[in-house]
């Protein structure tokens, strides 16, 4: 992810002024959908900088908080091929004026293979101006839906996902995608802007957050049900994504509920 310069207090500055023009609508919105228990909202200006995000969003953008993201560009929050497609999107409903409602797709966030309905709200000013766009989305979506962004690699995206807590080497994805090990992993870092083995852990580390946050495994069997090597490498890497320990995570998770 790249990192703006922009002071912190000068985007905090720029996320006040948007929802001043906004008027009280704008805050309403994000109070309303923080009623619903998993739906991610993200707001965005004419520019396409993050104004918001509710907590869900940042829990499924393995994100710590909103000043990670408020005030930066979608190309320096999101790797270009997920930035590109979330952009084209809001510009849609920006320059149109109408909603996107209930569409569906497999651009999830926290890179899984989930489908996801969403929905892009077109947000004028008190001045009556288009000002921004907000998209509303949760996990789900009709008829279970398919990949559509991942070319050559989508059948070992998929696979992945489904055997995450086995062993997983290029080879083997290699064969699932009918390439050469040496043009899958080309393939698969120009869609995915990521190595196999970064996108492993982060679906690894993806599906030990529901464990963490429905069940009452100890961290080591999570460790060992999301195939990480022990514990202590299992809270190396959750650490490393998302910037706290598994126990701090559960913890987090319970007095959030």
């Given at each position: ?66 000043e990670?993201v ?5 190309a ?98 290699a ?11 080309r393939a ?34 999570i ?35």
């Amino acid at each position: 992810m790249k990192i703006s310069s922009t002071s912190l207090a000068a985007r905090l500055a720029l996320r006040d002024e948007f929802f001043r023009r906004l008027g009280p609508c704008g805050e309403t919105l994000v109070q309303t959908v923080d009623l619903f228990p998993g739906a991610c909202l993200s707001v965005v200006d004419t520019r396409m900088r993050v104004m918001a995000f509710n907590r869900a969003n940042l829990e499924n953008c393995n994100f710590g908080s909103e000043e990670e993201v408020v005030g930066r560009r979608l190309a320096d929050v999101f790797p270009k091929v997920l930035a590109d497609f979330y952009a084209a999107r809001h510009r849609q409903v920006q320059r149109t004026g109408k909603p996107i409602v209930r569409g569906s797709y497999s651009h999830a966030a926290d890179r899984s293979t989930d489908v996801r309905t969403v929905s892009i709200l077109p947000l004028r000013g008190i001045d009556g101006k288009i000002a921004g766009s907000a998209n509303i989305n949760w996990r789900g979506g009709p008829g279970g839906g398919t990949l559509d962004w991942c070319g050559a690699v989508r059948d070992a995206v998929a696979w992945i996902d489904a055997h995450f807590d086995e062993k997983v080497t290029d080879a083997t994805l290699a064969g699932v995608s009918h390439l050469s090990v040496s043009a899958f992993r080309r393939a698969f870092v120009k869609t995915m802007e990521m190595t196999p083995a970064a996108y492993v852990r982060t679906i690894r580390v993806n599906h030990a957050r529901k464990l963490l946050e429905t069940t009452d495994m100890t961290v080591a069997a999570i460790a060992w049900k999301c195939n990480f090597c022990d514990e202590s490498h299992f809270v190396k890497v959750f650490r490393k994504i998302r910037g706290k320990t598994p126990s701090e995570y559960r913890r987090e998770a319970a007095s959030n509920r």
